[in-house]
């Protein structure tokens, strides 16, 4: 859209969709999002979301794309290991 919205995840875990399992508090005050749901169909780090992150490294996509998992704006191996030690951990997140 032509408009954004300003969201303050420094107040808290509730902040983010999915509550508390869905984010991690990074330092006091500090909250983040848990990368690696690269598919977005479900909010499940998965070998499915793997496999978007090392489709579109392959391909040599830069930006946000659905496999920048750390958003970092590049598609790069540490986007495939940050989504498959999530998915190990089974650890979940979902932007809705």
């Known amino acids: 859209s032509s408009s954004s919205r300003l969201y303050d995840f420094t ?15 990074l ?4 909250w983040g999002m848990i990368g690696g749901n690269a598919e977005n169909s479900d909010q499940d780090c998965a070998p499915s979301d793997l496999a978007v992150i090392k489709t579109e490294f392959l391909a040599g ?6 496999g920048d998992a750390n ?8 986007d495939y290991a940050l989504g498959k030690l ?11």
């Open 11 to 25: 107040t808290g875990s509730a902040q983010f969709y999915g509550g508390a399992d869905a984010a991690k508090e």
């Open 27 to 30: 330092d006091s005050g500090i």
């Open 61 to 66: 996509l830069s930006g946000y794309e659905n």
């Open 71 to 78: 958003l970092d704006g590049d598609v790069a191996p540490s």
């Open 86 to 96: 999530n998915f190990l951990a089974g650890r979940s997140s979902q932007v809705p």
